[in-house]
């Protein structure tokens, strides 16, 4: 039993990875900026923005100071990949030398490429752990049957990662292929909208799911040339989440794709939502190009939500790669 496990982001995974955990440990401190979502969780013990149905575990406490985690043994980074290093610049000041960070972020700095692993041992000198697979925050939160992947390069990490995660009904599997873990995650992102391009255009099923087996094993391609291990897409964090973004409507990701493919283009900031796969898209295009690599699903994504190229064309280009 741990004594205290931070959380930090009070989103939709925040809070479900909070109640995945609250059994495992004493405390659970779930950080958020919004003032009105700590006072809600504390007074209430409801997130009453995200989950305003599900009452959450009474030994989660909301806070709202980052140095109130200065002894949290391991805290969970459930935050968009953009802000990954301005968070971990501030806990580095903060936190024990023994403390474990752990990334949720499926995705790439735009500015560097670099992966949010790179990233956190860059503003903290430790190793991270970085968890991918199939959760569907709506779910997880009611503490229904799931799974996830982790990884890290330091086996006492992994092994006390995997302990606090563990329970009767959350499985995980636990790797040191680091890269192949994040990008999982990553490429995930961009099968998603691909998936979400061709149901958004009524593409018939046998050439949806012919697509998808080219794009399933292209992303074993690629990650092996990124220097990971193709087996990895096997486990939760390739087929488990692969599955999930591309067939459910719980997917951002699927539904920007959706509706580009409907040809509806969506003003990010006018909509306030977040398409973190769109910042993919255009980071895995300039890597392919970098180190010479053919991934027709990143071409087909790419000219339809970067390049505005009609959907039909593209997905012909798409289909003639098969």
């Not at 190793?127 to 990884?151: C, D, H, K, Y």
């Not at 939502?273 to 769109?278: A, D, N, Q, R, Y």
Request: proline residues 1%; charged residues 25%; aromatic residues 8%.
């Amino acid at each position: 039993m741990f004594s205290n496990i931070g959380v930090v982001g009070a989103g939709a995974m925040g809070t479900a990875i909070s109640q995945t955990i609250c059994e495992n440990t004493q405390n659970v401190l779930l950080y958020a900026r919004r003032e009105e979502i700590i006072n809600s969780i504390n007074e209430t013990h409801f997130n009453r923005e995200y989950f305003p149905n599900v009452r959450l575990e009474d030994n989660i406490i909301a806070i709202g100071d980052l140095n109130q985690l200065k002894d949290a043994e391991i805290i969970f980074l459930t935050l968009p990949s953009s802000i990954i290093r301005e968070i971990c610049h501030d806990l580095n000041e903060i936190i024990s030398d023994d403390c474990v960070l752990v990334s949720t972020a499926k995705g790439l700095e735009k500015e560097s490429q670099k992966r949010m692993s790179q990233i956190i041992e860059e503003e903290t000198a430790r190793s991270a752990v970085v968890l991918s697979g199939p959760n569907i925050a709506s779910e997880m939160v009611m503490r229904t049957f799931s799974s996830a992947s982790i990884a890290c390069k330091n086996k006492q990490y992994l092994e006390k990662v995997k302990s606090v995660l563990s329970t009767s009904k959350f499985k995980v599997s636990t790797s040191d292929d680091v890269i192949g873990v994040e990008y999982c995650g990553v490429i995930k992102n961009v099968i998603a909208i691909s998936q979400g391009i061709c149901e958004g255009m009524k593409i018939n099923d046998n050439a949806r799911f012919s697509v998808f087996t080219k794009t399933y094993n292209e992303t074993k391609e690629v990650i092996e040339k990124f220097g990971g291990n193709k087996d990895t897409v096997d486990d939760y964090c390739g087929f488990g989440d692969i599955i999930t973004a591309s067939t459910l409507n719980v997917s951002r990701n699927h539904t920007l794709g959706v509706l580009y493919g409907q040809k509806i283009v969506i003003d990010e900031k006018a909509s306030g939502v977040l398409f973190e796969g769109k910042n993919t898209i255009i980071i895995m295009k300039e890597l392919c190009n970098k180190y010479n690599i053919e991934c027709a699903t990143v071409d087909f994504t790419y000219d339809v939500i970067i390049d505005r190229i009609n959907p039909k064309k593209a997905f012909e280009k798409f289909w003639d790669k098969l």
